[in-house]
């Protein structure tokens, strides 16, 4: 192999465990590997975006992904780093969120691709779920003892009390299940490495164990990698917002909110992200990291992370819509610029903007600025408080400054329900049409 895929993940900070002999696996030839992403929900958010980009770099240093979905672990739920049983899905929900997960995965892996190290979508359900028990009893269960499964941390924690209240036979048997998935694809595919975050690095050793248990008197290769669990330097839980998950999902979060998620990020973390989240090269990084240094106030470090986080998940087309959103709070923008953005991004953008509802027949019948302003919505405080910004030139109407004789109509309606009004520069009133 080339490029040395293992050097590479350790100077972007994405490697916190590793079995030995698995660089040199890698640096010897093209290896199949594999991660697992369980079915909790019909989407990913941005804490699978590490394992999606350790399988794109993987395929970059010319070995073959193997993205699994959980359609059989789903109905289980994994235990590792969970204080509380999983509520269990229903066959109807799992199938809809593995869709849902296949459809997220093959934006950024192309499974219909014919190349030699081509990235691959399997499901373990289709090899588990003719499984009877009394055989994987036998036939698995066998191979592991209960010693060797009660020693890993995510048991131990959970038997002990030390977090939750115990841990049912179903989760109990996630690691061999899990285990099970590396014996099978590397009997299927050839899949030599399980890589994953570093809280599964129990469930992953097991599989390399299992795979070499199943193998009796054979030379058989099973390697583990992790890589660090996100953290944010405040020591709150990456990913989240006040508003919940960010997802990558667009239906699910904007992109106007996940542009924003990145370009708010502090300098600590960007400086950390960049590296882990982005494809820019070492000398590119190092570059923008002394930009930032000299400059702070410029945040050179936030623009470009989000701007190439945006564009991986999204596209760059919507990268453009996500900036040119932004400059309608902050810089210089038109009426045509508010009256082009979808429902959900203008309503992202003007989220906690004081508003009144009209009736829609007053607006196409034609408001009168002062209504507008003061006796509909109490924006401002009196006609009088209304009629000197009017006369002073501080009033805009969807972003266009108006005078006291100009009427709301439904031309100014921006996706046939709203109208902004703005004093100076950073005062805003949303009227909504009903």
């Known amino acids: 192999m080339t490029e040395n895929l293992v050097k590479e993940l350790e100077w972007r900070g994405m490697i916190h465990d590793m079995m030995p002999g698995t660089e040199e696996q890698l640096q010897k030839e093209m290896t199949s590997a594999y991660i697992g992403f369980d079915p909790t929900s019909d989407s990913l958010h941005i804490g699978s975006l590490v394992p999606i980009i350790l399988l794109v770099h993987l395929e970059k240093a010319g070995h073959k992904p193997i993205a699994l979905v959980g359609g059989a672990t789903g109905m289980i739920g994994d235990p590792s780093g969970k204080s509380d049983e999983r509520n269990l899905l229903n066959e109807e929900t799992l199938a809809k969120n593995v869709n849902g997960i296949k459809a997220t995965l093959a934006r950024f892996l192309d499974f219909d691709s014919t190349k030699e190290n081509a990235p691959v979508l399997v499901n373990n359900y289709d090899w588990m779920k003719d499984f009877s028990f009394i055989e994987f009893a036998r036939d698995v269960g066998k191979r592991i003892t209960v010693n060797y499964m009660m020693a890993k941390d995510s048991v131990k924690k959970r038997i002990s009390g030390e977090t939750g209240s115990g841990m049912s036979f179903t989760e109990f048997t996630y690691q061999l299940i899990q285990g099970y998935d590396f014996y099978h694809l590397h009997k299927a595919h050839k899949c030599a490495l399980q890589m994953g975050g570093s809280d ?7 599989g390399t164990e299992l795979v070499r248990r199943m193998n009796p008197g054979e030379d058989v290769k099973a390697f583990a990698m992790t890589c660090p669990l996100i953290t944010k330097a405040d020591g709150s839980k990456f990913g989240k917002t006040e508003g919940g998950n960010v997802w990558l999902d667009a239906s699910k979060t904007s992109v106007y909110k996940f542009y924003q998620f990145w370009l708010n990020t502090t300098d600590v973390d960007a400086e950390k992200y960049i590296k882990i989240f982005t494809f820019l090269d070492k000398v590119t990084i190092d570059s923008l990291i002394e930009e930032h240094k000299e400059a702070p ?79 509909k919505t109490q924006f401002l405080k009196s006609n009088g408080d209304a009629r000197r910004a009017l006369k002073e030139n501080s009033i805009a109407v969807n972003k266009v400054k108006v005078k006291e004789d100009y009427k709301i109509t439904s031309n100014d309606l921006i996706a046939d329900k709203y109208v902004i009004l703005q004093r100076g520069r950073r005062n805003y009133f949303l009227l909504k049409a009903e």
């Open 297 to 375: 106030h410029q945040r050179a470090l936030q623009k470009k992370l989000a701007e190439e986080v945006t564009t991986f998940v999204h596209s760059k087309e919507e990268l453009d819509k996500a900036i040119a959103a932004s400059n309608i709070l902050f810089g210089k923008s038109t009426d045509e610029d508010l009256k082009g953005l979808d429902e959900q991004t203008f309503l992202d953008i003007f989220e906690g903007v004081p508003q009144a509802i009209i009736e829609k027949a007053e607006i196409e019948a034609g408001l009168d600025m002062i209504g507008a302003l003061a006796a």
């Open 200 to 206: 599964q690095w129990g469930n992953i050793t097991t």
